[in-house]
């Protein structure tokens, strides 16, 4: 396997679509949906692409296209700083708008992830899941077909049901998909564990989406326009070819984590897995909030919608950092060093150098002193009653925003017992 760093991974990436396959590269929109209001911040590479992919429209730069988007999702932000989750990432994407073979884009697709002048992942270790059939539609015979065709062993192809994308909205494309994993050669979790398992033994590599349907008025239609979606995480990829334990370990995201540690102020302990994670977490949110404050589409943290979001996000980063010994002095060297690693795909962040320091350092101030403020609140409903329970807590963290342990902190101080 080729153990390239992101910048590389990016470059082979394009390099492998626009000239073995065609494809047009295209810049990544902003993270601030266009024309979508359901969704706060831009969640999927084919999320902008959408009118071009049902046909609406043409895409001014041809049928086959290809990028790394920005995105974020804040859905698992409390997992964030374990495994694999993050705020913010970048997606490949490449996409056939029309007239795609099956054939030729599988084998271009294993062509990438085998091939020694591109990943090559070594190919005893694909495995690879296709559709397998529901109440409307039998299992995905062609693309099983089409894979065995390429070379890949029975024994290493697994139907399932759950392979199946879209509609997201109303009259929506939708259609079945064919996933490729990497098996880490780690043990088996027990005698079923297989491809479809989710221990951790199996990482997906790929995923190509088939959208030869729509779902109108109720039912399952053939479209019209047939089109192909496919791509993977930056980060997942990187972490896969550098054989790293964590997203964390990969290169530029190692680097902003050394950042904020090289910043802590608390005794540093290798094996102390809480600051391992409170400095992942200030890397990962630090690294969100940049990217969000350095957009084309300007966002300004505030109370509500997107701004509320981009709010939470920094003040995590603030009260995880302040647990570190990090204070507002330290954050201009890890924001600039996250600048520098991003900066070459992405001149918006330092275009916007100075507006994002500024609003850290705004936000900064406004949360101490609010915070300040809050607690003396909660100090006093603390003082005021008998004793305390965990709903409780939970309360005056959903009225007030002062993060649960220092809640906690507060009711401890105040020898009112905490009732589980
Ligand atoms: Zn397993």
Redesign the pocket.
């Given at each position: 396997m080729n153990h390239f760093k992101v910048d590389e991974l990016k470059n082979v990436f394009f390099q492998f679509f626009v000239q073995n396959c065609g494809h047009t590269q295209i810049s990544g929109s902003s993270l601030v949906p266009k024309t979508d209001d359901s969704v706060l911040f831009t969640p999927a590479g084919m999320h902008p692409l959408l009118p071009y992919l049902v046909g609406d429209l043409k895409h001014p730069s041809g049928n086959r296209l290809v990028n790394v988007q920005n995105v974020v999702r804040t859905g698992a932000i409390n997992q964030v700083g374990e495994g694999s989750f993050l705020t913010f990432f970048e997606l490949f994407g490449a996409w056939i708008m029309e007239d795609y073979d099956k054939v030729e884009n599988l084998s271009n697709v294993f062509q990438f992830l085998t091939d020694d002048q591109f990943l090559g992942v070594p190919k005893e270790k694909i495995y690879i899941t296709y559709f397998g059939g529901n109440d409307l539609l039998p299992d995905d015979y062609d693309t099983l077909l089409t894979w065995k065709k390429i070379g890949i062993e029975s024994d290493h192809l697994c139907p399932t049901k759950k392979n199946w994308k879209g509609p997201y909205s109303k009259d929506c494309i939708c259609g079945p998909n064919t996933r490729i994993f990497y098996d880490t050669g780690r043990a088996?979790?027990?005698d079923?564990?297989?491809v479809l398992?989710?221990?951790?033994?199996?990482v997906e590599l790929w995923d190509v989406v088939f959208f030869d349907y729509i779902f109108k008025n109720q039912t399952l239609e053939k479209s019209a326009h047939p089109c192909i979606d496919m791509g993977a995480g930056v980060e997942r990829i990187a972490s896969l070819i550098q054989n790293t334990p964590t997203i964390y370990d990969t290169d530029k995201l190692h680097e902003i984590v050394k950042a904020v540690e090289s910043q802590m102020t608390v005794p540093e302990d290798e094996n102390d897995l809480e600051i391992q994670k409170k400095c992942r977490i200030v890397a990962d949110h630090l690294r969100c909030s940049c990217f969000v404050l350095g957009d084309e589409v300007a966002t300004q943290p505030s109370s509500k919608g997107r701004g509320y979001v981009l709010r939470k996000i920094m003040r995590r980063a603030i009260h995880n950092a302040d647990q570190l010994g990090i204070d507002i002095s330290s954050y201009d060297g890890i924001i600039s060093k996250i600048i520098d690693l991003y900066k070459e795909s992405n001149p918006q962040l330092e275009e916007h150098k100075d507006f994002i320091l500024e609003q850290h350092h705004l936000e900064y101030d406004l949360y101490k002193t609010t915070l300040k403020k809050n607690l003396m609140k909660i100090e006093k409903i603390i003082h005021d009653s008998d004793s305390i329970s965990n709903r409780e807590i939970l309360n005056l963290f959903d009225r007030f925003g002062v993060p649960i342990d220092m809640i906690k902190g507060v009711a401890i101080k105040n020898k009112k017992l905490i009732m589980e």
């Open positions: 088996k979790c027990s079923d564990c297989n398992c989710s221990c951790g033994k199996y």
